[in-house]
């Protein structure tokens, strides 16, 4: 050890060193197209470091077998190894209890379970669901799967020209009808923080609940539900550097109590019979059949890593990185840039003059280059800003500026052939 | 073989051997990025839903119209993507102007052949994969209502 760090205060967080944290993540070693990998996609969905992979590995290894119903030692290891996951889902959104973790299989099932047995059983001709024009899909087919069923209607609350929220027209579009609100905390193409706390208040001076999407915030800053005071909250373990095929949902033990459930089968009862079943109680009312365990355990590995980093540090590096990288390919001739709001996270979604998103896609592919292009699951924002599709380059913990750099070559290349 | 089946094939060596220019796949793509930009454009009034080919993150038109007299398939396709249209470009010089049948018998491998197999995978979002599907059910369409008519 060095003399300088005895004199560190103890408080200091580790400082953020990006060479150590890509080598935790395997993937980033390989080659695509015979080029080193840039993957610039993890708004889509996160690699994974060696310990979400070690641990899935290990669960499969070591602990694995049906949990919660086990007599025998190795059932109870994995119940016990899948229950301390939802604690630290817990801690790691401040949820004042573990049985208002639900486990899903992504968030979209999560924002269909809280539309399917929250919002639809009250739901009545003319009620109106509020969403915005930058949500996700996930976040507007469930509501108008359920709205069309019952007459009501979906209101998109319009997004300005920078790509915020426009907020007074949000406000008053909540009326006497609006049953639900629901949310986007970050929005995966514009990349724009919404001021969900202000969005939460606006809705409880109205007595009208709210769901707030965290697929794209969990993952870049630091999230609190209970000082949120949201009703639901939704997010997904694979873009939050966890396996694929496990959501979050949480919610206020209040409304999931008064739920009905949202499938049946095993787990989710507390007495079956011919005459008549009783649920469990939460969160196991909501989680019919075998869970991905493995999978969820996973999730709990994956939150240790963010932690053991630190979602404020994780923020810092990708703000430096946003900002780098806005800068820089805006130097492209021809880049117009969708979405410059003023708080935003992790996202740079843009056109190019003479060449359709895809290919520019094809283009940077041949050089290693992992981008997203096409609509994003957002047709009507695309359409809002007069586009079909867009590409998009997003950020995680584990991009540099090289990355960037790397991006914008390819990007100056493919402005020079197609204009 | 017959006539038919000749020309596809014929196509397909000149496809080729302009291919056999290249060894890289960067340039690949170059020429296929200028075989779209010369390919001439749909008018607008057939760029309609109904001739749209599904499967493509970018749009794609397909037109396909039988001449009786000849029974030779005219095709005419466009794209808003640049490298798809050079895609499309290859798939018009193949079975632009062929008999239904000789469409249906033949198989789209000259594309594994020039290095651009990867590009034939269902599902992947250039749409190549599509566009040719949808010129065989044209094909095998036509095909079929000849020997029912």
């Given at each position: 050890?060095?003399?300088?760090?005895?004199?560190?205060?103890?408080?200091?967080a580790?400082?953020?060193?990006?060479?150590?944290?890509?080598?935790?993540?395997?993937?980033?070693?390989?080659?695509?197209?015979?080029?080193?990998?840039?993957?610039?996609?993890?708004?889509?969905?996160?690699?994974?470091?060696?310990?979400?992979?070690?641990?899935?590995?290990?669960?499969y290894?070591?602990?694995?077998?049906?949990?919660?119903?086990?007599?025998?030692?190795?059932?109870?290891?994995?119940?016990?190894?899948?229950?301390?996951?939802?604690?630290?889902?817990?801690?790691?959104?401040?949820?004042?209890?573990?049985?208002?973790?639900?486990?899903?299989?992504?968030?979209?099932?999560?924002?269909?379970?809280?539309?399917?047995?929250?919002?639809?059983?009250?739901?009545?001709?003319?009620?109106?669901?509020?969403?915005?024009?930058?949500?996700?899909?996930?976040?507007?087919?469930?509501?108008?799967?359920?709205?069309?069923?019952?007459?009501?209607?979906?209101?998109?609350?319009?997004?300005?020209?920078?790509?915020?929220?426009?907020?007074?027209?949000?406000?008053?579009?909540?009326?006497?009808?609006?049953?639900?609100?629901?949310?986007?905390?970050?929005?995966?193409?514009?990349?724009?923080?919404?001021?969900?706390?202000?969005?939460v208040?606006?809705?409880?001076?109205?007595?009208v609940?709210?769901l707030?999407?965290?697929?794209?915030?969990?993952?870049?800053?630091p999230?609190?539900?209970?000082?949120?005071?949201?009703?639901?909250?939704v997010?997904?373990?694979?873009?939050l550097?966890?396996p694929?095929?496990?959501g979050?949902?949480?919610?206020?033990?209040?409304?999931?109590?008064?739920m009905?459930?949202?499938?049946?089968?095993?787990?989710?009862?507390?007495?079956?019979?011919?005459?008549?079943?009783?649920?469990?109680?939460?969160?196991?009312?909501?989680?019919?059949?075998?869970?991905?365990?493995?999978?969820?355990?996973?999730?709990?590995?994956?939150?240790?890593?963010?932690?053991s980093?630190?979602?404020?540090?994780?923020?810092?590096h990708?703000?430096?990185?946003l900002?780098?990288?806005?800068?820089?390919i805006?130097q492209?001739?021809?880049?117009?840039?969708?979405?410059?709001?003023?708080?935003?996270?992790?996202?740079?979604?843009?056109?190019?003059?003479?060449?359709?998103?895809?290919?520019?896609?094809?283009?940077?592919?041949?050089?290693?280059?992992?981008?997203?292009?096409?609509?994003?699951?957002?047709m009507?924002?695309?359409?809002?800003?007069?586009?079909?599709?867009?590409a998009?380059?997003?950020?995680?913990?584990?991009?540099t500026?090289?990355?960037?750099?790397?991006?914008?070559?390819?990007?100056?290349?493919?402005?020079?052939?197609?204009? | 073989?017959?006539?038919?089946?000749?020309?596809?094939?014929?196509a397909?060596?000149?496809?080729?051997?302009?291919?056999?220019?290249?060894?890289?796949?960067?340039?690949?793509?170059?020429?296929?990025?200028?075989?779209?930009?010369?390919?001439?454009?749909?008018?607008?009034?057939?760029?309609?839903?109904?001739?749209?080919?599904?499967?493509?993150?970018s749009?794609?038109?397909?037109?396909?119209?039988?001449?009786?007299?000849?029974?030779?398939?005219?095709?005419?396709a466009?794209?808003?993507?640049?490298?798809?249209?050079?895609?499309?470009?290859?798939?018009?010089?193949?079975?632009?102007?062929?008999?239904?049948?000789?469409?249906?018998?033949?198989?789209?491998?000259?594309?594994?052949?020039?290095?651009l197999?990867?590009?034939?995978?269902?599902?992947?979002?250039?749409?190549l994969?599509?566009?040719?599907?949808?010129?065989?059910?044209?094909?095998?369409?036509?095909?079929?209502?000849?020997?029912?008519?």
């Amino acid at each position: 050890m060095s003399d300088t760090a005895t004199i560190e205060p103890r408080t200091k967080a580790p400082a953020f060193d990006v060479g150590a944290i890509r080598a935790e993540f395997p993937i980033l070693a390989t080659e695509m197209q015979g080029r080193p990998l840039v993957y610039l996609d993890s708004a889509a969905s996160t690699q994974k470091p060696k310990a979400v992979i070690d641990a899935l590995a290990h669960v499969y290894a070591a602990d694995y077998a049906n949990i919660h119903r086990g007599i025998y030692d190795l059932s109870q290891r994995a119940s016990a190894l899948h229950d301390e996951a939802r604690h630290k889902v817990q801690r790691f959104i401040k949820a004042q209890d573990w049985r208002e973790i639900v486990f899903t299989r992504n968030a979209t099932e999560a924002i269909n379970l809280v539309a399917q047995c929250f919002t639809a059983p009250d739901l009545r001709a003319g009620d109106e669901i509020l969403v915005t024009e930058m949500e996700h899909h996930a976040n507007i087919v469930p509501w108008q799967m359920i709205a069309e069923a019952k007459g009501a209607k979906v209101v998109p609350a319009p997004v300005t020209e920078v790509g915020e929220l426009d907020l007074e027209a949000f406000e008053r579009l909540i009326g006497p009808k609006t049953r639900m609100i629901a949310v986007v905390w970050v929005s995966n193409v514009l990349g724009t923080v919404n001021p969900v706390a202000e969005i939460v208040a606006l809705a409880k001076a109205r007595g009208v609940p709210v769901l707030i999407d965290a697929a794209q915030a969990v993952q870049h800053l630091p999230v609190d539900v209970q000082a949120l005071d949201a009703d639901f909250i939704v997010f997904s373990a694979h873009k939050l550097y966890g396996p694929s095929g496990v959501g979050v949902l949480w919610g206020k033990a209040a409304h999931l109590d008064a739920m009905p459930p949202y499938q049946g089968g095993g787990d989710m009862i507390e007495r079956v019979s011919f005459s008549g079943t009783t649920w469990n109680e939460i969160p196991f009312k909501f989680e019919a059949g075998t869970p991905d365990i493995a999978g969820i355990i996973a999730l709990g590995a994956a939150i240790d890593f963010v932690e053991s980093i630190g979602i404020e540090a994780i923020a810092r590096h990708e703000a430096e990185l946003l900002a780098y990288g806005t800068r820089a390919i805006q130097q492209v001739p021809g880049l117009r840039l969708i979405g410059t709001a003023h708080e935003k996270a992790s996202v740079l979604t843009f056109t190019l003059e003479g060449a359709h998103p895809q290919d520019i896609g094809m283009l940077l592919d041949l050089d290693g280059i992992a981008i997203r292009t096409g609509h994003h699951c957002a047709m009507p924002l695309h359409e809002r800003f007069g586009l079909n599709a867009s590409a998009r380059a997003s950020f995680g913990i584990y991009n540099t500026t090289d990355d960037i750099d790397a991006l914008t070559r390819s990007l100056h290349r493919a402005a020079g052939m197609f204009q | 073989m017959s006539r038919e089946a000749d020309e596809i094939a014929g196509a397909e060596a000149e496809i080729e051997e302009d291919f056999a220019l290249f060894d890289d796949v960067r340039d690949k793509i170059e020429y296929i990025i200028d075989l779209g930009r010369d390919l001439e454009s749909l008018p607008d009034e057939l760029k309609t839903e109904g001739n749209r080919v599904r499967g493509c993150q970018s749009q794609v038109w397909l037109v396909a119209e039988l001449d009786p007299a000849t029974r030779r398939m005219a095709l005419r396709a466009d794209s808003d993507a640049v490298i798809v249209k050079g895609l499309i470009s290859l798939v018009l010089r193949l079975y632009g102007g062929r008999t239904p049948e000789a469409i249906t018998a033949s198989t789209p491998a000259v594309f594994e052949r020039v290095g651009l197999g990867k590009m034939l995978t269902p599902g992947r979002a250039n749409g190549l994969y599509s566009m040719i599907e949808r010129v065989r059910q044209l094909a095998q369409a036509y095909a079929t209502a000849e020997t029912t008519a």
